[in-house]
């Protein structure tokens, strides 16, 4: 969907709403606001909600196969340079995703400055589908197994573990995330999850838009 991201929802262009909640946490937090964005009309909606900036994503960090890592990457060395310092954290705020509350990014970030261990921490919401019970992947010849097998029998739903679906809303990064050189792989051993007590969901495509 071009520009889905000022596209029009019950009243504001859907990056007011990522733009508003990016202005109460930094108040709170003492944190710096940025836009990545390569489209200039993106970037005339944001000023007129008070996000107003010079960075512009360069042509290579454009289009849809660029994973977000490089992206947040190069937004973070840019703003780092026009501070003059280093930031300890990034949280990242997709714009599809307007149905985050300031509970949210409050309690997950308590939760993720907690754990020290973790590098990141990821929204999610429980699954609607199991990968141990109902999720199966072709293994060729037109034939299928389960996607993750249990180490034991499993015959309902709630004999599985707890798996969670990635709802695109928030991301939260330690610093150091970056200095160990990550490269389009978020998710590994030193993720955490906050798993939200509400419906959240991407608003990423014709049919949700107009639910």
């Known amino acids: 969907m071009p520009q889905k991201n000022i596209k029009e929802v019950a009243g504001l262009p859907l990056i007011a709403y990522s733009i508003r909640a990016a202005q109460q946490f930094a108040a709170a937090h003492d944190a710096q606001i940025e836009l990545s964005t390569e489209d200039e009309e993106i970037r005339r909606v944001a000023a007129t909600y008070g996000l107003s900036t010079e960075y512009r994503r360069s042509d290579d960090l454009a289009g849809d196969r660029i994973g977000k890592v490089d992206v947040i990457r190069d937004l973070l060395e840019y703003a780092e340079k026009n501070a003059g310092h280093t930031y300890d954290y990034v949280l990242d705020l997709d714009v599809t995703a307007p149905l985050r509350t300031q509970e949210d990014l409050e309690t997950a970030f308590e939760h993720f400055r907690i754990q020290t261990k973790a590098l990141t921490l990821f929204s999610v919401n429980p699954a609607h589908r199991n990968p141990y019970f109902n999720m199966v992947e072709a293994v060729g010849d037109g034939l299928v197994t389960l996607s993750k097998r249990p180490d034991k029998a499993i015959f309902s739903r709630q004999q599985t573990p707890e ?48 639910f």
Do not use: K, Q, W
């Not at 330690?174 to 608003?203: K, N, T, W």
């Open 163 to 210: 798996v969670y679906d990635l709802n695109a809303s928030f991301y939260f990064y330690r610093r150091a995330f970056f200095e160990e050189g990550h490269r389009g792989v978020i998710l590994d051993h030193r993720s955490m999850v906050y798993v939200m007590p509400h419906p959240c969901f991407d608003v990423d495509t014709p049919l949700i838009f107009y």
